[in-house]
């Protein structure tokens, strides 16, 4: 039988602190395009999410799993209870926050919908998918669709009527998407015949809403080979008239669902489209072979959401962990450990336990800081639009945001494994048992760093492109930003070792990045991608070691108000030692893996395969 209580747990004073002190999203009340919000309703919208995450989303995370999704006359139905949980998150209007106004959104900074995305994937990751592929999906159509789709489609899937998709892989192409082989004909009537299939679509079914809208590559005669030549199509599972009312089924069937590690809650289709020649799909926009280009939006959508899946899930397991550790009794203190007589111990009083704890506090709230501060950059970006900000400022925000996308993608679903890990250890036994959450919370993430672009691809994608992106300016934009940090806080007292770290980690990532530079040119391209997604957590690190001293240092100074009895003093005393950790413990493998890079081991590429083995 399935837990039906809520296991899920967050630290709103944590929440409090990324946004309102770190990075100060305040600023941006009260001016284009923000100029409805205020503090007070933010702090207010965190409360009701976290309320619902809780009594509504948590209790079913468990009933998700044990159930997982069903077909059934060729419908998926969903596991008990998250038809009732759409409906009331649809009424509350939670999905509305960061939805644009013209259709009937609440136009909320990207950085409080980025928290409140957290506080509903946290206590459910698997229902959370549903609603998060719906927006990313109706963000295409807002973008790219003509006035008529924009009418027909956006406002009933921002408002949770009908669902969305995207569907871009398939079973012989995997990751290579330009090679799949589903195929678009022009009707008559400008509408397109869809035939073909596509593999791993999430939520490609479910029993939540009235229709789904599936954003469908596919290839038109005559277009070019490879990614160039696919268009991006709207294709409905049912037909509809122009009233958005159902008239009849549109040739789109489910071939199967795939039974997972995790993620049980959350329907991962096999698609079939045009089996009995009557699938009809739709242009978005007015132009063929855009659709990677336009499918490019959603996807980097996407990996922040993955991000923030990552983040969630990491974020609960280290949470309860830290309940466990002060709860279970175990062992002597080290202090008595030849002592027979001696009292048995919490295990948090533990030195090994207490590692693992800050180990995992420092990741979580590290990660949190890099995807507000991809936040934070995307809203004053939008808020220079409106206020008449210099093209540059502009640029310098979007271009951060451009760099930080794969480190938040990648380096988010890759701790989120290893931390809940760290989670199971802490529990011990226990932690491998289904009486606690945290053997879930590790299966859930373990998905996180393949779908939406393998994190290799992410690693590619930083190394060949993003370093790149503006001639290189964004990159050394942030390489500068922390080097100024460094320079402004070396002489620190409290933090001079730990800032010195952070010193010799900019080095070392500056210093491969020119190392790449010279493969480049000498042709050993095949070297790079050994060695990229070593690269990218490099650079990840050295990145949150930069906002987590940042966090200390605004620690440091509220502590100078604060006397030691008052809550605060100790929240932000573990922002201090959160803060130092990472700078002496993890830092140091930044410098560690730059001497490796260097080495240059073509070992991988140089070995036979029939060296592998001799089977």
């Known amino acids: 039988m399935a837990h039906t209580v809520n296991r899920y747990k967050a630290d709103i004073r944590e929440f409090h602190f990324v946004l309102f002190e770190q990075f100060k999203i305040q600023e941006l009340f009260g001016k284009a395009p923000f100029d409805d919000w205020s503090e007070e309703v933010a702090v207010a919208i965190i409360d009701e999410v976290h309320r619902f995450g809780t009594e509504v989303l948590g209790p079913l995370n468990a009933v998700g799993d044990e159930q997982g999704c069903r077909l059934e006359n060729g419908q998926v139905l969903t596991p008990d209870g998250f038809k009732e949980a759409w409906q009331k998150m649809y009424e509350a209007g939670f999905k509305s926050l960061s939805i644009s106004p013209e259709f009937g959104g609440q136009g909320a900074p990207t950085g409080l919908s980025a928290i409140t995305t957290e506080l509903s994937s946290g206590p459910n990751t698997a229902f959370e998918m549903y609603p998060g592929l719906t927006i990313g999906a109706a963000e295409l159509i807002e973008a790219f669709g003509t006035e008529e789709q924009r009418e027909h489609y956006c406002g009933r899937m921002f408002g949770g009527t009908w669902g969305g998709t995207m569907c871009l892989t398939e079973a012989q192409a995997g990751s290579d998407?330009?090679?799949?082989?589903?195929?678009?004909?022009?009707?008559?009537?400008?509408?397109?015949?869809?035939?073909?299939?596509?593999?791993?679509?999430?939520?490609?079914?479910?029993?939540?809403?009235?229709?789904?809208?599936?954003?469908?590559?596919?290839?038109?005669?005559?277009?070019?080979?490879?990614?160039?030549?696919?268009?991006?199509?709207?294709?409905?599972?049912?037909?509809?008239?122009?009233?958005?009312?159902?008239?009849?089924?549109?040739?789109?069937?489910v071939s199967a669902i795939e039974h997972k590690m995790g993620i049980n809650g959350s329907s991962t289709c096999q698609l079939a489209f045009g089996d009995n020649d009557a699938c009809i799909g739709y242009l978005l926009g007015t132009e063929e072979t855009r659709g990677m280009r336009q499918m490019f939006q959603m996807m980097n959508y996407a990996r922040v959401g993955v991000g923030l899946q990552g983040l969630a899930v990491a974020s609960t397991a280290y949470l309860n962990a830290l309940e466990y550790a002060k709860e279970r009794k175990q062992g002597p203190s080290v202090r008595n450990f030849k002592s027979a007589d001696a009292p048995r111990v919490p295990i948090i009083e533990h030195p090994d336990v207490r590692r693992m704890l800050l180990d995992m506090k420092a990741r979580v709230e590290g990660i949190r800081a890099l995807i507000a501060k991809g936040a934070s950059h995307l809203d004053r970006a939008n808020s220079l639009k409106h206020t008449g900000g210099s093209e540059s400022e502009i640029s310098y925000h979007e271009g951060q945001l451009e760099l930080m996308t794969p480190l938040i993608k990648a380096y988010s679903s890759d701790q989120a494994f290893r931390i809940c890990e760290t989670a199971i250890q802490v529990h011990g036994g226990a932690g491998y048992t289904r009486d606690f959450p945290v053997e879930q919370y590790c299966r859930d993430s373990k998905i996180f760093s393949i779908y939406e672009g393998t994190n290799h691809i992410q690693a590619l994608d930083l190394v060949a492109r993003k370093l790149n992106l503006g001639g290189g300016q964004y990159a050394m934009a942030l390489l500068q930003d922390i080097g100024k940090f460094v320079e402004k806080h070396q002489a620190s007292e409290v933090f001079r070792k730990s800032i010195g770290k952070l010193s010799e980690a900019h080095g070392a990532v500056s210093s491969t990045a020119m190392q790449f530079m010279t493969w480049f040119q000498a042709g050993e391209m095949e070297r790079v991608p050994l060695v990229a997604n070593r690269f990218l957590k490099m650079m990840s690190e050295m990145v949150i070691g930069w906002l987590l001293l940042d966090a200390a240092m605004i620690a440091c100074e509220r502590q100078e108000a604060l006397d030691q009895e008052h809550p605060d003093w100790s929240f932000y005393e573990g922002k201090k030692h959160a803060a130092r950790y990472f700078a002496l413990n993890v830092l140091p493998e930044v410098v560690a893996s730059a001497e490796t890079i260097k080495l240059g081991d073509r070992s991988p590429l140089d070995i036979p395969d029939a060296a592998f083995a001799t089977v």
């Open 177 to 253: 998407v330009g090679e799949a082989s589903t195929t678009a004909v022009k009707n008559a009537d400008g509408s397109y015949a869809i035939k073909g299939s596509k593999i791993f679509i999430s939520g490609g079914d479910q029993d939540l809403t009235e229709n789904i809208i599936h954003m469908v590559l596919a290839r038109t005669p005559g277009a070019p080979k490879g990614t160039k030549g696919l268009s991006l199509f709207i294709v409905p599972k049912h037909r509809t008239d122009a009233e958005g009312n159902v008239t009849g089924p549109n040739d789109v069937s």
